[in-house]
């Protein structure tokens, strides 16, 4: 029967199962007792262990547990990792979600100190690996023995991102609201709480209303951890754009980062993709943090358009970008029927919106578009905000109505 289970994998398998709703102790008993009744190689093993997986529990679940079992069996390369291409599931369109949660999984346990190796033979696997960032590193000759085929080895470094994602970002969208002196108080009040005193790995990022960004910015000048940005920006240098604010102009009044493209302005403003993506590729160029804001109105959630509309959006945004790195760019996933309505994403569909979006940032940054900060908004609250900030590919919180008082703002700093 199986070896004792490694505690953290034990506790990781128990959560993958709660979080699934398939806390189904005699189901996982059968699972493992077909895996371990045969004297198997480890490869064997976890290929086995996600099919089986697969057809108790379904997709993403599959790829979870094939990661811990790679785990529990103490495997060092993650040639397993193929169960994620089997050619049935890939001629589904699966392929991409299994393999997400076997790298979830990895990244959960620090398999591999970060480092996952995959022997990768036809065409369409290989792409799907270039799509998560795998890089080609060597080939293997011959390696398939039934074909006599050469295998190419593909590495995706998961330490990197552990690092930069150790922190997260927590940002204040204030919106329309607050005169100078009220946003001054409340930016004022923020500092009291949190400076000096800020929870660990946790940024800050107020973004105010034009005529308040200086205001905020002197009170927080000298803070730690806490930036200011702007909600808009208009892409030109200077000229005859009434009513408008240049990049050099917020940088002048203390921001440091600027919103784009968020769903208030492409709905209630009319901005369409094209006009968010020259903003954000000129704020970048001009020295700003650009936060993209992305998400699907309800009737494109309804007809299945989730991943068409991001992948949409997110090119657009970033059509004309020239990032360096991580740093200079972050992405607000906000659906647009949870903003100020008091509906919260559930998990799952958090999580899985979340997951599109890493990868569309993958293929589009390969070098590091898996650092990438990946925001989550719409009615974020200090009663769910701990919960939310602890899933998957959640690197923090754009936080509307719930941000407009200092103490509530600062109890989702904290969560
Ligand atoms: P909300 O707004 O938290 O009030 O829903 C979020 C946002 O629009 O950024």
Not at 59 to 76: K, M, P, S, W
Not at 131 to 149: C, H, I, L, Q
Not at 203 to 225: C, I, Y
Request: charged share 25%; proline share 3%; hydrophobic share 50%.
């Amino acid at each position: 029967m199986a070896e004792p289970v490694d505690a953290r994998c034990a506790r990781e398998l128990t959560a993958v199962f709660e979080e699934l709703g398939a806390a189904d102790a005699g189901a996982l008993a059968a699972l493992e007792a077909l895996c371990f009744s045969s004297p198997w190689s480890e490869a064997q093993f976890v290929s086995s262990f996600g099919q089986a997986a697969f057809r108790a529990f379904g997709l993403r679940a599959a790829g979870r547990l094939a990661g811990y079992a790679a785990v529990y069996c103490g495997a060092d390369e993650l040639e397993l990792l193929n169960i994620a291409v089997l050619p049935e599931l890939r001629r589904q369109g699966l392929g991409a979600r299994l393999l997400d949660g076997v790298l979830q999984a990895a990244r959960k346990t620090g398999m591999n100190r970060g480092l996952l190796e995959v022997r990768v033979g036809n065409a369409p696997a290989r792409a799907l690996y270039e799509s998560f960032g795998f890089a080609p590193v060597g080939r293997r000759k011959r390696y398939y023995a039934d074909t006599g085929e050469d295998a190419l080895v593909y590495q995706l470094d998961l330490a990197s991102r552990e690092e930069c994602c150790m922190r997260k970002i927590v940002a204040a969208n204030w919106k329309m609201y607050k005169t100078r002196g009220e946003a001054a108080a409340t930016a004022t009040a923020l500092r009291r709480l949190l400076d000096g005193n800020m929870p660990e790995g946790r940024d800050v990022v107020v973004f105010p209303p034009f005529l308040a960004v200086s205001a905020v910015a002197e009170a927080l000048a000298g803070a730690d951890r806490m930036a200011v940005g702007a909600q808009d920006v208009y892409p030109a240098a200077e000229g005859a754009f009434t009513g408008e604010v240049s990049p050099a102009m917020l940088r002048d009044g203390g921001a440091s980062w600027v919103l784009v493209g968020h769903s208030e302005r492409r709905h209630v403003l009319g901005e369409d993709d094209a006009f968010v993506g020259r903003k954000a590729a000129f704020a970048l160029e001009q020295g700003l943090k650009i936060m993209v804001c992305v998400g699907e109105t309800l009737e494109e959630r309804e007809a299945g358009r989730l991943e068409a509309v991001l992948a949409r959006q997110l090119d657009a945004a970033f059509a004309g970008v020239r990032a360096a790195g991580c740093g200079d760019l972050a992405v607000a996933y906000e659906p647009v029927w949870a903003i100020g309505t008091g509906k919260v994403a559930g998990p799952r569909e958090i999580a899985e919106a979340h997951a599109l979006v890493r990868r569309l940032l993958v293929r589009r940054f390969p070098e590091f578009g898996n650092n990438v900060a990946i925001l989550y908004g719409g009615s974020v609250k200090p009663a769910n905000a701990a919960s939310i900030i602890a899933l998957d590919n959640v690197d923090g919180l754009l936080v509307g109505g719930a941000s407009l008082d200092a103490e509530s703002f600062s109890a989702i700093v904290r969560a």
